[in-house]
């Protein structure tokens, strides 16, 4: 009976594994090796955008340089088809060939020149590139989801709606995100404008910030006294709410010369830069057409609440030139006015004016001429305040002042996460600023 036993036990000692040992061994594989796969995905994904960043940067670089050779100094609107990056390849996978400029017969060369040892490299990422400052000639990686990476590495995701807002989601460099907003009214009033159809948000920022930068300029050339007089009392306020005190040489040891006081008057005048950009959206956001063209017509703005006296003259010069942007760029930018006993376009007036604000040194004549174009537009005596309030009731002009108001109001808006993400370092040309806009509106 022993013996019995004793085989019958060896017989059913034998082991092994049974079915749903043997399903659940292969699910955990199977997850294991989904789990790796997802990892060795995403590493070479960064990889790839590492690899794709760098040849952007040589990309800049050499658009540059052959530019600068060129003596290029004014770079055309994408839009214009001047400016062309081509790429060749699958998608996901795309060489770059070359970048035409209309205009200038040896640039390919030139460029190509710049671009040598890099000509056989691929972006694995991103699917072409999108020329986005006209000041600057920087491009930027457009993905294939339409995420985009700016210059300064903020990804921009595609616009989306969340509670009838049009939302856009920005990943900042260093960690963290912000969304930007745009009322679905705003984003139709510029889209109806001649902003919309004839120029680009980069285009207008551009613009506005001719205004900004002069302002600035003339800013730096006047006494503390007399700068308190013409700063806008709402830019104080934004400075002085931020810590941000004008820095005096003789704090330094080495005064003006001393690299700490011009570390700190740069910071000052950047920040006051970034608080006039404010305060010109601050006072715009509330207008209507309607306020603002009686203003201009009355030549009247204390009813539009941009300030009193001197200090009015920052945000009215903005709001005049915005106007006086949105005609010269109309298909009523032909129209012949008179200024001062001559006949000129619109748009050859309104260059002159730009010219002004665009100076080395503008001064503070060159403001107060872009408030004085308010009161030539609407000089009676010479047939121009006819011709322009055609443009204001037939012409589309409401509409321009609408998309203009649109544009400083979502400035406004999003002033939180302008100032969170740093998008205004430069002013209204700043690069992050003006894609984000233009995710925005688009």
Do not use: W
Not at 68 to 79: K, L, Q, R, V
Not at 89 to 99: A, P, R
Not at 307 to 317: I, K
Not at 326 to 344: H, K, M, P
Request: proline share 4%; charged share 20%; with cysteine.
């Amino acid at each position: 009976m022993a013996r019995n036993s004793s085989k019958s036990k060896r017989r059913y000692d034998v082991t092994g594994f049974t079915l749903v040992e043997l399903v659940i061994t292969i699910a955990v594989l199977a997850v294991l090796s989904g789990i790796g796969a997802l990892g060795y995905s995403g590493y070479i994904t960064k990889a790839n955008e590492a690899h794709d960043l760098a040849l952007l940067g040589a990309v800049n670089t050499a658009f540059q340089s052959a530019c600068t050779e060129e003596e290029i100094t004014e770079y055309p609107a994408p839009e214009d088809d001047i400016v062309a990056a081509n790429l060749l390849g699958d998608e996901g996978s795309k060489k770059l060939d070359t970048i035409t400029f209309t205009g200038y017969d040896d640039f390919d060369s030139v460029f190509k020149k710049y671009f040598e040892g890099n000509e056989d490299a691929e972006f694995k990422v991103y699917v072409e590139l999108e020329y986005v400052n006209s000041n600057l000639g920087t491009f930027v990686g457009l993905r294939p989801d339409g995420t985009i990476t700016t210059a300064s590495g903020m990804k921009i995701h595609p616009p989306t709606v969340k509670n009838g807002k049009t939302t856009v989601e920005v990943e900042l460099p260093g960690g963290g995100k912000v969304e930007y907003v745009l009322e679905g009214e705003d984003k139709d009033n510029f889209a109806n404008s001649s902003f919309g159809t004839n120029m680009s948000m980069p285009e207008l920022l551009d613009e506005v910030d001719h205004v900004v930068q002069a302002a600035g300029k003339v800013l730096e050339q006047l006494s503390p006294s007399l700068m308190d007089m013409i700063l806008p009392s709402s830019v104080q306020e934004l400075l002085a709410a931020n810590g941000y005190t004008a820095p005096k040489p003789e704090d330094y040891p080495g005064n003006e010369s001393d690299p700490d006081y011009i570390a700190a008057l740069n910071a000052y005048n950047s920040a006051r830069l970034n608080a006039i950009v404010m305060s010109v959206a601050q006072a715009s956001k509330d207008l209507s057409a309607d306020a603002v063209i009686a203003a201009v017509n009355s030549g009247n703005y204390d009813s539009l609440g941009l300030g009193s006296g001197n200090q009015a003259l920052v945000p009215t010069a903005a709001l005049v030139y915005g106007v006086l942007t949105g005609y010269a760029n109309s298909d009523r930018g032909s129209d012949i006015i008179t200024v001062d006993g001559e006949e000129t376009t619109v748009a050859e007036y309104y260059k002159s004016i730009s010219d002004g604000l665009n100076a080395a040194e503008p001064n503070i004549s060159a403001l107060l001429g872009v408030v004085q174009a308010a009161n030539i537009l609407t000089d009676p005596d010479n047939g121009n305040l006819e011709m322009f309030n055609d443009y204001l009731q037939n012409g589309g002009g409401k509409n321009d002042i609408d998309g203009y108001i649109a544009a400083m109001r979502a400035i406004n808006d999003n002033s939180g996460s302008l100032t969170t993400s740093g998008a205004l370092e430069k002013g209204f040309s700043d690069d992050d600023l003006s894609t984000i806009l233009d995710s925005l509106f688009g």
